[in-house]
């Protein structure tokens, strides 16, 4: 009995020394200024601030103060120390809402972002059609014609001019339109008598001939399909392209929303260890339930850098394209209401069937119309705060549809960049009534409305120093416009939208959003502490180092420090 006892003994022992080796970090960062993250019920911070954060197996194990030195309690003969010289730190930025393909591509393709006026846009295009192989597709995205002075979108004609015989299709900055030359409209068919798919239009002349202009994913994915896809080759490397502008904007996670090829190539970026970045990537909605069930069971739902998401669905288009649904009428267009996706009928039967079958369900609603779709559909399949279904976007919103909201716990998944830029028209396009209750961040708040922040990137940067920016001021880049104050946001809300917010979205808070003990260790560097300079020096911040599972993916260039 006495042997049995000491032996339990000395294996206690041993057990004990050995769980006591597994709390040596792998790595100590010391001498910086950690804000340790937002509150929240799933990991409770003790403290605000901390001067150091030990890691062990990319998670956090133990942080200290000016008083206490955690090297004695976590330095192991093989811990690696990072001086962060007093800089400021913070969790990680969670993208809740990009495009990462779209943000690579855009690289590869012909980028008309920032084009301010519609000769700049033919001279970038003139240039790609000088090098591209005869007959070949010449494509790109990211113009926005409300930034030129005309206010007009482009038609074929103004392509055909720069494009000589190569068909060619131009996505505007927010994806829901598009426009393609003469060679692209004959290689989809598309001519006068051409009727738009469900969901969508097709715009024509006083002569009845088409514009060039395609409207939302049925018209516009008519003209696609005829462009030859990226090989995986190009996908890894836009893939690649998307991962490291995530990484020098401090961005750690990302809700994603590419297609099924693209998650393929994030699959083997993960497998050669080059995935920088946490990804969680949607389906989507209108697949068969067969093929979502199958794609879902394709790869662990609990690999932390890499699993399958919500499935997302679109309800209508964007107002800067005038297809985002409303209630009533456009101030500016008023024989129009925008575009619907779907009939409410059949919305409805899917989304029960995707709930019943266990999925997280989230619907792309910018207006009012499209998001009270969106909540009839949840409704309709007996939604529970549990379940965290989201409407994406959530810009045109009717007061009374925020108790809605609340009710069935549906999260507010928004991007506050957007209102930068579309503070500038958003007025005109449905008048100061129901302008002043857009993009109601605090409301939602206000309501106990669960909020996440990202940036639908490339639609607006991935920078989520823009968001901040626009969250706590609701004033453009240039701080001369400001739109309806009463929904800023603290700036400690906003940074917890953007982290704590984030991951409840993904079901993920237990995970990541803060840098408590046992939580995974993804922090940014930045070259100022965000919570105390005046909001318009938010927007001048520089990202030094980005940290995912306590391993550096990023450090900017000696000089920027």
Known sequence: MKKVLLVSLVLC???????????????IFIHGDFYLGATNAASAVKEDHATSLA???????????????????FQGSNTKIIDLQGHFAMPGFNDAHAHMASGGQEKLNVNLVGCRSLAEMQSRIADRAKTTPAGEWIVGEGWDHTMWPSKTTPTRQDLDKVTGDHPAIFGRVDGHIAVANSAALKAAGINKDTKAPNGSAIDHDANGEPTGIVREGPATGLVYAKVPPPSAEKRIKAMRLALQEAAANGVTSVQDYSDWQDFLALE????????????????????????????RAHHSATDPMLHTGFLKGFMDGSLGSRTAALLAP??????????????????NQMTKER??????????????????????????????????FRIEHDQIIEPRQIAQYKKMGIIASVQPSHLLTDMRWVTDRVGKERASTSYPWKSFLDAGVPIAFGTDFPVEFINPFRGIYSAVTRKNEAGTQEFYPNQKLTIDEAIAAYTTGSAYAEFMEKQKGTLAPGMLADFVVLDRDITKVPPAEILKTKVLRTVVGGKTVYEAPAAAK
Not at 13 to 27: T, Y
Not at 340 to 346: I, V
Not at 358 to 368: K, M, R
């Open 13 to 27: 022992i041993a057990a004990a020394a050995q769980q006591k080796e597994k709390q040596k970090a792998d790595v």
């Open 55 to 73: 890691v062990a197996n990319g998670k956090v194990i133990g942080y200290g103060s000016k008083d206490t030195d955690i090297t004695k309690s």
């Open 268 to 295: 083997q970026l993960e497998k050669e260890g080059k995935l920088t970045a946490r990804i969680s990537e949607w389906l989507t909605f209108g697949d068969s339930l067969d093929t979502l069930k199958q794609q």
């Open 330 to 347: 456009y101030a500016d267009d008023p024989k129009n209401s925008g575009i619907t996706r779907f009939q409410q009928d059949d919305l």
């Open 355 to 388: 709930a019943a079958a266990g999925f997280q369900i989230g619907f792309h609603a910018i207006g009012d119309r499209a998001a009270q779709m969106a909540l009839d559909a949840f409704a309709a399949a007996g939604a529970k705060p549990e379940q965290r």
